[in-house]
């Protein structure tokens, strides 16, 4: 039978059924999530001084990105900025397809105008994430939001389901734009010191008329009495670390980026850059007044340098009985200065919860990593910003990473040689320090140490995409293999972020077994930007297209490989609307658009 004999609605009702069969995720077993993100300026101005902010959508933070393990995620990203852009899904290990990481080894930039559609599964995780602009400085301009992982219903989750769920970024802020800060560091200058901190994109609750002297909009977070919460802070800042705590209430921590932790009460808890904490915090108070949410600059002496202490976020906690305003001093930071023993302390007892289930419904530390014999072991030292060729830079090593123009990942699928080199060494060497685009050559199936020793003179944090590591030891002096005798090889945190104080090291192992080429960088961001990263390039002996998934249709080309890279009509927010309204046809208004159309 010819299909033009076919009546016209059934030609209609086969089309449309095809249509919707051949929609990618839509009707499999797996649910998907899909979203659409619009990366713009805005000139806002949480600090009372208007300036160009990056938003996603139009505030920061960004729309939340909310899945659940294993679902797939469809993100449709644009551009609207006037310079390239990447978005990096903090804490996401895309498991075997590092081709969706979202920085300069594996992605090519978005040019401005264009959009580009990031899709992934958050594969055997649950937890709380985030996704920033991994390019050039833009996360001090905004660009952020956060990522929460669920659970599947099969898994349980080791508390009570809390009565509601807050996210909360913190981070320190500058009045200047992200082109101006960058410029600073271009010159050989440092950012100095920030000018406040935001609390979800707010400036602080006047709780100071001389620190605060204008009011500014701050942040509310409306509870009931009575009722527990789980709250999700972030540090998205530039470099400061911050000093969470709630006036009055206990944090109790339940997890630390993905893995549950055992549970402990805080009355304030050191949140380093990059760093994500779960807390339950129960409303437990007579709500007297409101309260105060604090977030304070962190190993800094205020008598020194008065400047620090607007470094210093304040948001409201408003019970729903409160009867009247926050007043008074804030909570007291720990009285620590100079002195990092009272935070590394702290930080040694955040522990993962052996017998509760994470992602899987195993236990989490059913995985025995102090059994494990490690493979290689890398030795990776930071010291201050110095110069090389008359340019101040930041060194892994003694290898100050330069940005590469075609992503390492591509380079090797394509087989261009000279892109960069497997060379980064395994210790410190005596030698000049360089510019380079080295990266290490590790195996597939590897268990790995990776030793951060910090001879700056500031604390820093540093985070592997792919992999969640363990955090087995830190302590002050130089590492020696000596210190082996005292890592905690049962129950050490499972996590993607580690800080590594001053003058001390922090040890972390690393099962290599998501195969691709991953981002070592310093959460830092101005010595990101000086060159303070490497990639760790795990490939399969068994091949791409076999373990590691395949390059995604929509691949971006530059570089040695732009000749490659088909044009895309740039768009713009407004000339991007029609696409949006098909974007946002769901299911149902398909249906019914269908039995409209089918209905004579
Ligand atoms: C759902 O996802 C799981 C884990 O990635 C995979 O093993 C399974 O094949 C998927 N099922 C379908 C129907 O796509
Ligand atoms: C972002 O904004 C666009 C345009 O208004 C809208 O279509 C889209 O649904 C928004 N995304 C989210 C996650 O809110
Ligand atoms: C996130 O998704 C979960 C599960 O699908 C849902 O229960 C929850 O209400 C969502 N949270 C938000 C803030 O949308
Ligand atoms: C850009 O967005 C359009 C409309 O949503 C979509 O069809 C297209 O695949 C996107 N382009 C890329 C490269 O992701
Ligand atoms: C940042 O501010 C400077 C002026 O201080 C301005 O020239 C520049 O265009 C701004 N950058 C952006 C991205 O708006
Ligand atoms: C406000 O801050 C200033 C500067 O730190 C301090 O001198 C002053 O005592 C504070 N005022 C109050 C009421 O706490
Ligand atoms: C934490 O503090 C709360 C009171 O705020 C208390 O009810 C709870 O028992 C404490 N939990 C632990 C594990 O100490
Ligand atoms: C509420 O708690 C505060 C601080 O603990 C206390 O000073 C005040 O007397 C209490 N008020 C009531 C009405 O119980
Ligand atoms: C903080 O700075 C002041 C002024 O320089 C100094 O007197 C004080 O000793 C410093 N505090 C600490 C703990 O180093
Ligand atoms: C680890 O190494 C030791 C000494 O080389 C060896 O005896 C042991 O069998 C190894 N363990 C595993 C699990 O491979
Ligand atoms: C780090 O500092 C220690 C102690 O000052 C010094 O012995 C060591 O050589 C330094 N290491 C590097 C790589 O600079
Ligand atoms: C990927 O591997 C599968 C299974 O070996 C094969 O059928 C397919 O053709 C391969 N695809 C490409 C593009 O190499």
């Known amino acids: 039978m010819r299909l033009s004999r076919l009546p016209p609605t059934v030609l209609l009702c086969a089309a449309s059924l095809f249509v919707l069969f ?62 390239p852009l990447l978005l990096t899904w903090d804490g996401m290990q895309h498991r ?73 970024f913190i981070g320190d802020w500058y009045t200047k734009n992200h082109t101006d800060l960058r410029k600073l560091l271009d010159e050989g200058k440092d950012l100095g010191i920030p000018d406040g901190v935001l609390i979800n994109g707010k400036g602080p609750y006047r709780y100071n008329s001389t620190l605060v002297p204008e009011p500014l909009d701050y942040e509310t977070i409306n509870v009931e009495p009575g009722k527990a919460y789980r709250i999700r802070v972030h540090n998205i800042g530039t470099s400061t670390s911050l000093n969470f705590r709630i006036q009055n209430h206990n ?15 805080f009355t304030n808890l050191d949140v380093h850059v990059g760093q994500s904490y779960s807390f339950l915090v129960t409303m437990d108070q007579n709500a ?67 017998s509760a289930g994470a ?67 395994s210790r410190p060497k005596n030698r000049e320090p360089r510019l380079g685009r080295s990266a290490i050559n590790a195996s597939y199936k590897g268990f790995i140490e990776i030793v951060f020793q910090n001879n700056d003179t500031k604390i820093h944090t540093y985070h592997l995409d792919g992999y969640a590591f363990f955090v087995v030891g830190m302590d002050y002096g130089e590492w020696s293999k000596s210190n082996r005798a005292s890592y905690n090889k049962w129950d050490a945190i499972s996590r993607t972020t580690t800080q590594v104080y001053p003058g001390a090291w922090t040890a972390v192992l690393v099962s290599l077994d998501n195969v691709g080429i991953w981002n070592l960088r310093s959460e ?63 299911f149902a208004t398909i249906l019914v658009l269908v039995l409209f159309a089918i209905i004579p």
């Open 251 to 265: 944090l109790l921590l339940v997890e630390a980026e993905g893995t549950y932790t055992i549970q402990q009460n």
């Open 96 to 168: 075997r397809n590092s081709w969706q990481d979202g920085v300069l080894g594996t992605n090519c930039p978005i040019p401005p105008g264009w959009n580009w559609t990031y899709q992934f599964q958050a594969k055997d995780q649950i937890g709380s994430f985030f996704y920033f602009p991994s390019l050039g400085l833009q996360r001090a301009a905004g660009g952020f939001g956060s990522i929460t992982v669920n659970n599947r219903n099969t898994v349980p989750v080791p508390f009570a389901q809390p009565d509601g769920d807050f996210t909360i």
């Open 359 to 425: 992602a899987r419904p195993n236990p989490q530390g059913s995985f025995h990593y102090g059994s494990i014999n490690v493979t290689h072991t890398y030795l990776i030292s930071s010291v201050p910003p110095l110069y090389i060729n008359d340019k101040r830079r930041s060194t892994l090593n003694g290898i100050s990473f330069i940005p590469p123009e075609t992503p390492l990942r591509l380079a090797d699928l394509h087989e261009l040689k000279g892109v960069y080199a497997l060379d980064f060494p």
């Open 22 to 83: 051949s929609l990618p995720f839509s009707l499999s077993a797996n649910t998907s999530v899909y979203y659409y993100l619009e990366v713009y300026y805005k000139v806002l101005s949480p600090l009372g001084v208007p300036q160009q902010v990056i938003t996603v959508n139009g505030t920061i933070p960004g729309p939340l990105i909310n899945t659940t393990t294993n679902w797939d995620v469809v993100i449709n990203v644009l551009n609207d900025l006037n310079e």
């Open 524 to 586: 830092n961001l101005d010595r990101w930007y000086l060159g303070e990263e490497v990639y760790v390039r795990v490939a399969d002996p068994g091949g791409y297209n076999r373990t590691e998934m395949m390059v995604p249709d929509n691949v971006l080309y530059c570089g040695l490989l732009s000749a490659l890279q088909r044009a895309q009509t740039p768009h713009t927010r407004s000339s991007a609307s029609s696409l949006r309204v098909l974007m946002n046809l769901n």
């Open 288 to 354: 007297s007044t409101d309260y105060y949410i604090v977030a304070s600059g962190r190993f800094v002496n205020e008598s020194d340098e008065p400047a620090w202490a607007r470094v210093t976020g304040v948001a409201i906690l408003h019970y729903s009985n409160s009867k009247g305003a926050a007043s008074g001093p804030l909570p007291d930071p720990p009285n620590d200065i100079y002195y990092t023993s009272y935070s590394m302390n702290q930080a040694k007892t955040i522990k993962m919860n052996t």
